[in-house]
Antibody
Framework: EVQLVESGGGLVQPGGSLRLSCAAS????????MSWVRQAPGKGLEWVAN????????YYVDSVKGRFTISRDNAKNSLYLQMNSLRAEDTAVYYC????????????????WGQGTLVTVSS | SYELTQPPSVSVSPGQTARITCSGD??????AYWYQQKSGQAPVLVIY???KGPSGIPERFSGSSSGTMATLTISGAQVEDEADYYC???????????FGGGTKLTVL
């Protein structure tokens, strides 16, 4: 059974930093693209960042470029999100999600999600 | 930036058919996916590649796509289907990952 367990969330002041972790099990972690998706309180889902199987490619939504860094450790079956220069608008539940490739090979989607970890940016 | 548009809310009575739409310019070329999110829970994939149902998802959930619009249909909606539903797809390049704004389904 695929399991994704996020940790590292909490309360942080504006301008501060936080590192999120996602522990994966039940599948061959090194074979999949992985993503972070967030959801602000009472709002919809927003893709944040993703990383290729070997870490050689990383992509970010414009609003976090230069502030957030996604990384992974395949030996530890773990995904990370380093968040710096945090803003109030980064307050959200952050989900770790596994990506699958569509049958056409031209599109990825999310087939498994963790339960999320809450990040609150407030003074 | 690429956008997917959903109605904010849909309401049906138990046993009726619920239809939730999602419009986007790239949908003629890209698949649509649908996620169900119940209150306080993580999203769950209910339809992938326009019309395929993952194992474990009830058969009353189905999907279709025509032109720039994708549709999630719940035939014989049940009270336990009350949730927020999000469509997901990518822009024509496949690189820009986008969710629709979400539709709150009420079954009562």
């Amino acid at each position: 059974e695929v399991q994704l367990v996020e940790s590292g969330g909490g309360l942080v002041q504006p301008g501060g930093s936080l590192r999120l972790s996602c522990a994966a099990s039940g599948f061959t972690f090194s074979s999949y693209w992985m993503s972070w998706v967030r959801q602000a309180p009472g709002k919809g889902l927003e893709w944040v960042a993703n990383i290729k199987q070997d870490g050689s490619e990383k992509y970010y939504v414009d609003s976090v470029k230069g502030r957030f860094t996604i990384s992974r450790d395949n030996a530890k079956n773990s995904l990370y999100l380093q968040m710096n220069s945090l803003r109030a608008e980064d307050t959200a539940v952050y989900y770790c999600a596994r990506e699958r490739i569509a049958v056409t090979g031209a599109q990825n989607y999310f087939d498994s999600w963790g339960q999320g970890t809450l990040v609150t940016v407030s003074s | 930036s690429y956008e997917l548009t959903q109605p904010p809310s849909v309401s049906v009575s138990p046993g009726q058919t619920a239809r939730i739409t999602c419009s986007g310019d790239a949908l003629p070329k890209k698949y649509a996916y649908w996620y169900q999110q119940k209150s306080g829970q993580a999203p769950v994939l209910v339809i992938y590649e326009d019309r395929k149902g993952p194992s474990g998802i009830p058969e009353r959930f189905s999907g279709s796509s025509s032109g720039t619009m994708a549709t999630l249909t719940i035939s014989g909606a049940q009270v336990e289907d009350e949730a927020d539903y999000y469509c997901y797809s990518t822009d024509s390049s496949g690189n820009h990952r986008v969710f629709g704004g979400g539709t709150k389904l009420t079954v009562l």
